[in-house]
């Protein structure tokens, strides 16, 4: 007769996998002591939940939805998680106000669900399909922006680079504690900012 799996312990679980996610990072976190620490065996954890990223996944992703709303919100539809960006157009200005406004609501994500946007910022497999798109985005404003096609190897590799920089430094920032949510929020808009400036740099200097 099959086990029936209980919502009390699922609930211990993700718990655990929570403190374990914080303490030791996504990629270096373990199986081994997530189970461990929900006093269960490895065997009986896989049970429940089969990887490291389907618990991460049931983690983070209600928080993943709440800035994919936002972004959607922001652009009026053109620009939702997952989406190519193809279908979005912006001058820099714009661009710069649409960022003010992303940087404030997701401090004010992260105000609410701390533990959730920390966690998504690690190399899961959201983050790395929230980073992708990032760097599609990037992508696009690139070839937008100076005289490059768009399969050029030179705006993968730039926009990557982009990409993992710019939440790299989110992450940092974020994992402060000695931080106002204020100086936060200016914070993130002086650093997503920044980036922006890069991109309007005069075209010569990318040729």
Known sequence: MAQVLKDEVRDSILESAREEFLEH???????RRIAQ???????NLYRYFKSK???SDTIVSPTYALIDGMVDRLTGGKLGLGKDGSAFSAEIPEIKEMLGSLSDGLVEIYKKHRTEVRILMMGSRLNRELTAWFAAVIADLITRSYPFEKDDERIRIMSQCYADAIFGGIRTMLANKNISDESLKNMVRIYLNSYLMMLDQDQSAMM
Request: proline letters at 0%; zero cysteines.
């Open 25 to 31: 990072g996504f990629d270096d976190s373990s199986m």
């Open 53 to 55: 990223d389907e618990l």
């Open 37 to 43: 620490k929900s006093r269960m065996t490895v065997g």
